[in-house]
């Protein structure tokens, strides 16, 4: 039995804190004891539900010194064996909790890693992530760069993101042309991401421009908010597409929306992994995805999906004019998914993963 404490600080739903929720909910019903501690005021939170401890606090920055010793009296109180930060400013809060309780039993100290950016290198981040004992990266390709980044290849795991499948099987179907008045039988191609640069929706609004030609009453539905939101909304403007894309910001709903999508298209310039296409695919959903990051570790092209070079709106374009045209290809890629995703990036197997680097962890010398 490993009991593990969790530490997230995001107020917003993305999928890193989905894959929280999962692990912390799998570890507990593998009997592995887990305490969550995330934003009071977070969806995270909201979400978290009955039947799980969870420690509510509000930090204010990396720097915050009382929520650092608000944590420490937390890690006094559950002694674990594993704290597993989950984002950058959780490295920062757990570090710094044990390093003001030099008295505690010192916890092994793990890192989850979801996005294929760099370690920032100023001296207060070379710090931090100095007292890691092992990151847990989301895919391979993350994985590269942290040891491209100076990081021991013996202090990272890959642990894939996972999908309850069960639960997306159990979400009821949202009509998506009924829920934002599409005309009806069009095909729709949707997008679930945060509207930032990365993302790539840009390219994805202008591979739109060159789709509406062959498949004219087809939708574009791009799903979440963002800093770009202005940006996006101008260059649907300027290219004449409004009735074409819709951007209608975060919905709670968006589980069942994908259901209705025909195909999923993932546009990303940098990408972890994905877990709104690993969703998608086991929605038996067919994707349309850029070979950024960790992508092609969940999709073959043209045996689950199709992949194509990231800023690439020609490309982009036709490829999803081609599934769009190709109903038994839409099937076949959809089917390909799903069992792609029950294989290799179920919840269970994410778990049993998790709780495997956990003992790599405890087992390791204390950095």
Request: with cysteine.
């Amino acid at each position: 039995m490993i009991t593990s404490l969790h530490i997230d600080t995001a107020r917003t739903w993305r999928g890193g804190q989905n894959q929280v929720l999962l692990t912390v909910n799998g570890l507990a019903e593998m009997g592995h004891p887990a305490v969550l501690v995330a934003h009071e005021s977070g969806e995270l939170k909201r979400r978290a539900g009955e039947g799980l401890r969870f420690v509510g606090f509000s930090p204010r920055s990396e720097l915050d010194l009382q929520a650092g010793w608000q944590l420490g009296r937390v890690l006094a109180d559950v002694q674990p064996d594993v704290v597993h930060a989950h984002d950058p400013m959780a490295v920062a809060l757990a570090a710094t909790a044990i390093t003001m309780n030099p008295r505690l039993r010192r916890p092994a100290l793990v890192a989850a890693r979801r996005v294929d950016f760099h370690l920032k290198s100023h001296a207060f981040s070379r710090w931090k992530y100095r007292k890691i004992d092992l990151f847990i990266a989301a895919s391979r390709a993350i994985a590269g760069i942290l040891v491209d980044d100076g990081v021991p290849r013996d202090r990272v795991v890959v642990v894939h993101d996972g999908v309850n499948i069960g639960v997306l099987d159990r979400q009821p179907r949202v009509d998506v042309h009924a829920k934002f008045w599409l005309p009806r039988g069009c095909p729709v191609v949707g997008n679930v991401a945060a509207l930032v640069a990365h993302k790539g929706q840009r390219y994805l609004i202008a591979a739109a421009a060159q789709v509406v030609r062959s498949v004219p009453d087809v939708r574009f539905l791009i799903l979440g908010e963002g800093e770009l939101r202005p940006a996006l909304e101008r260059q649907v403007r300027e290219l004449g597409l409004e009735r074409h894309v819709l951007l209608p910001g975060f919905t709670a709903d968006v589980g069942g929306l994908q259901k209705s999508f025909d195909v999923f298209a993932m546009s990303s310039v940098t990408e972890g992994l994905g877990s709104a296409m690993l969703d998608a695919m086991a929605d038996r959903v067919p994707v349309v995805a850029t070979r950024a990051g960790g992508i092609p570790e969940a999709i073959t092209d043209e045996r689950d999906g199709l992949l194509v070079p990231p800023q690439d709106a020609k490309a982009l374009a036709a490829a999803l004019v081609r599934l769009l045209r190709d109903p038994s290809l839409r099937q076949q890629l959809g089917d390909a998914g799903r069992e792609r995703i029950i294989e290799e990036f179920s919840v269970d197997r994410m778990v049993e993963r998790t709780v495997d680097a956990y003992e790599k962890a405890i087992a390791m010398p204390r950095t």
